[in-house]
């Protein structure tokens, strides 16, 4: 990918993360209300594919923006060179994927 | 009654490794940096080494490090920038220093031909002169992003130039945003491509400084962000749309 498309790509993917953050946090002050439990949790999450999907398309969000933020991070901050920083970008991306994907399908 | 005459100036000595030196200068009522840099070199220091041209503001040769900031300083008074008349002059940031007051500018220079900031025409000396609407739009965007004097004041002033010399920078950016802007210009495609590439247009953290110490009063932030605005539509579609 070259250095317009990540630019692109990432603001997109801040555009589309902003709204759900706000989503997530006002979702969790509602969860918590009145305590919370495994069982609670599964309860609400369980088959219900509009929060899947939310919740698929944040984690995938978050796995293009947050790489793209720390390859730059990387560039300005250490000496490492371009192969070194896309591939620890990389590997930021795929950490991020299989943490969060996992969760999901975990409460799907 | 002496002391409130004169000025206490500190200037650095040598190259990346130096000393401070300091000389009491006689403070006057209109005096730029230079003027006082030009006293300290004829009356106390004939080896100093520093870089002036016009003295008026036109040349870009003079930009130094005058208390923490980096200033054109033909055309600085010294009652605008001394702290309870005392200056520091040092050489500019983010440039090899080459002796004294003196940096090495191949670094800068260098940006303008990687981010092809290089006007490419394609009229010859038999065409008639092409004729530029002074009405539109991308002409009227380029015309306050002109009059760069290379002074390199924005580029020492830049925090991200100064984490990655890589960074192409403020000054060769501003010039990429008047050539794609210009409709004279053909190589469009090349010149986007290489203000996008690595290290480009996109590395800019648009917090101003190069803006907020032009002295001439350009701003190459506002010419950066509409760089990256251009990353969504490609450098012609904006000049065939307007
Ligand atoms: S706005 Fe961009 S180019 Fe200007 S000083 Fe900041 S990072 Fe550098
Ligand atoms: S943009 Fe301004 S500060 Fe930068 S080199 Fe040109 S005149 Fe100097
Ligand atoms: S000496 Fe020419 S701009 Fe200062």
Known sequence: ?108 | MEKENSLRVRVWRGSESGYWTEYAVVARDNQTVLDVVTEIQRKHEPSLAYRFACRVGVCGSCAMTVNGQPRWTCRTHVKKVAHDGQLAIEPLRNLPHIKDLVCDLEPFIDTWQRAGAIFQGQSTRSDPPQKVDPGSKPRKQADSALQCINCAVCYSACDVVHWNRRYLGPAALNRVWTLLNDERHSEQEETFNKAFSRDGCSSCHSHGNCTRFCPVELSPASSIAGLKKMAFSGPQARLAHE
């Not at chain 1, 555009?15 to 009145?34: D, R, S, T």
């Not at chain 1, 995938?60 to 300005?76: C, D, F, Q, T, W």
């Open chain 1, 1 to 108: 990918m070259n250095e317009q498309t990540l630019f692109v790509v990432q603001r997109i993917s801040a555009a589309i993360l902003a709204p759900m953050v706000l989503v997530h946090l006002g979702l969790i002050l509602i969860a918590v209300e009145g305590g919370l439990s495994a069982e609670e949790i599964l309860s609400r999450t369980r088959d219900n594919v509009g929060w899947t999907l939310f919740y698929g398309l944040f984690v995938v969000s978050a796995a293009i923006h947050a790489p793209i933020g720390i390859r730059n991070i990387l560039r300005e901050w250490t000496r490492l060179g371009w192969k070194a920083i896309d591939g620890l970008a990389m590997l930021v991306c795929v950490i991020l994927l299989v943490l969060g994907m996992s969760a999901v399908i975990a409460v799907f």
